[in-house]
């Protein structure tokens, strides 16, 4: 309902919900680039290149959550 006119007034997202999406997803990056950096490393240490992969795909993926939580927090800010 974003671009509505009046559709602020009901809104089901609050300040709060932001704060806690910014926050879920910074949380959810850095629990993917340790995973994903253990992924890497163990895959490393036993040969085995999939694992490997997986991990510096998983650790990408991590840094892009990270990315995502602090344009929201930049865009609150803006608020």
Request: aromatic share 0%; proline share 1%; with cysteine.
């Amino acid at each position: 309902m974003r671009g509505v006119i009046g559709a602020g007034c009901c809104d089901p997202k609050s300040d709060e919900d932001h704060d806690m999406s910014e926050q879920e997803d910074k949380t959810k990056g850095t629990l993917n680039k340790v995973a994903g950096e253990a992924k890497d490393k163990l895959g490393d240490a036993t040969d085995n290149q999939d694992l490997q992969n997986e991990g510096k795909g998983q650790k990408l993926k991590g840094h892009g959550q990270d990315a995502k939580g602090e344009a929201k927090g930049a865009l609150k800010d803006k608020d």
